[in-house]
């Protein structure tokens, strides 16, 4: 059984790469074994390179840099798969000295990886669930009598503060298994020094103070600028992402198997403390989502197989184990059939710009670049240690907070962008084709007379600025007709048939598009869009075909199908 347990957790993290952070992390460890030191200045942004740095999440870094050095992309996923194994193998571990028996902890086990399979993208928080998870099994086990190991807690501590910023769960772990209501014995002198010794060996971090610092920094200030503000994943739990893996089926549940446990067997002040501080972090900033799993993983276990008899006839005992696999199965279909997430080994070509920064080297482009910092990563990780490169923002939102405070304004006004491109020199503004709501930049870049389209696929749009460095590749590569924008878009499609020309203008850009990057359903969707309006039925079928080989949610794919079926007289022949 735990073998069936243990290949759906891998199953549930075997989907394609579609964070992007993961390059500047890459960069940064690559850094390290290349230079031989940590590095304590910036480097991977222009607006502040030089400049004093902190880096909290180095120890990751430098850990995951050989796992790609031998294994490229299959050393990624070799670390997702040994860190998901190794946290939720903890997990029930501790579980099972808690007192869960039985089957039902390993179906608990496999919903609780689903709840955190999208944490489990190439990020620190992946080495600190394997942390955390150790942490609780060495206070859990002291708590229910067993040996005290509880000593190396302190080494855990340490190693923490140098992979992920938020050390600090150990200490509020610490804290709370130290509360008067956890320790019905009085104070326990031992574990007590044991967070004190925590607390200090923290400091043994290569930058001291100032990177236990930030965690605090954020609470109290940088949480509250608009660039942290529009980050979707700083936000409460998106309900409709998790509506298919069990998050709110154990929301409700666990709170209910606590009072089952109050009435039957005593309260246990532990365990209800931890889940009101951890449910309340994951409503409201759902990163935590990863971190409640963790915990549900130990108690649901634990409260589940105490109230829920398995099997529920003992004559039944012999199909427990089959019954419990194949329900571990069929609660995981719903999420691992989600079409938004591509199941497999390998990194979703969509969430980075390849072919973007293919197209940048293939023509020299270099200047000061305005980006999303959604892409600063992969740029950084292409063109470092070059600073005629670098991104203006990585995914850190590093640089000033003025830099901050401008990225985040210049997307919903235009003069503000006129005036800040100006102000800091942009050549190059690289930008995502979608991003968040409100931000109106490919629009503004659009309009802009001083900026040029010369690089447009599903991913990013690139614009240069016209008459000055750059003057060959908008001479070369400018797009006329074709937008980054909905904007001009929209407009487009009312207008392409009054000036001459313009429609097989339009269609030239979009096949050159194509050609520039296989990235490219949205090109391959607009062209299928003017194939129909033109009759060419057989070209628009195959270009609607090919953009949902890119994209499987291409918009309007099966309508667009159906038109051409109809057109041909072809009914209910599309799927």
Known sequence: MGAIAAACVLNS???KLNDPDFWQHL???????????????????WPTFGQ????????FRALLWPFWAIGHVAGLFVWRWLTTLATFAIAWWTARRIGARGLLPFLVIVVCALVSRYRSQVRPETLAGVLL??????LETRRQGGRDHTAWIVPIAVVWANVHISYYLALILLALYLAPWARPRGPDRRLAMVGVVSLFACLLNPFGWTALIQPIQYFLVWRHEPIYQAIAELHGIDWAFHARDGLLLLMILWPLLQVWRAFTRGADAVEATLWALFTWLAVFNQRFTGTWAIFAAIFVSRDLSSVLPWPPLPQLRWAAAPATAALCVVLSLPEWSRRDIQPGIGIDPECSPVAACDFIERHDIRGRFFNHFE????????????????PFMDIHQSGTRADRLVYEAVMSSQPTWVAAAQRYGFDVAILRRVHARGDNMLNFLDADSSFALVFVDDVAAIYVRRGGRLSAVVDSC???????GMNRLAELGTTIDRT?????????????GIVESPACSSLLSLLATLDIQEGKLAAAREHLNRARAVDPLVPMYFERLALIDRAEGRHG???
Do not use: M, N
């Open 478 to 484: 400018c797009y006329d007709v074709l937008p980054g």
């Open 13 to 15: 993290v075997t989907f």
């Open 52 to 59: 004093p740095e902190v880096l909290p999440s180095w120890g």
């Open 375 to 390: 892409l600063g990563g992969y740029l950084a990780w292409r063109f470092w240690p070059d600073r005629t490169r670098l």
């Open 133 to 138: 998870a150790l942490q609780v099994f060495l």
């Open 573 to 575: 022949e599309s799927p």
């Open 500 to 512: 001459p020309g313009q429609r097989a203008r339009f269609r030239q850009e979009l096949e050159r």
């Open 27 to 45: 960069l940064v460890g690559k850094a390290i074994w290349q230079l031989h030191e940590i590095p304590r200045t910036h480097q991977w942004s």
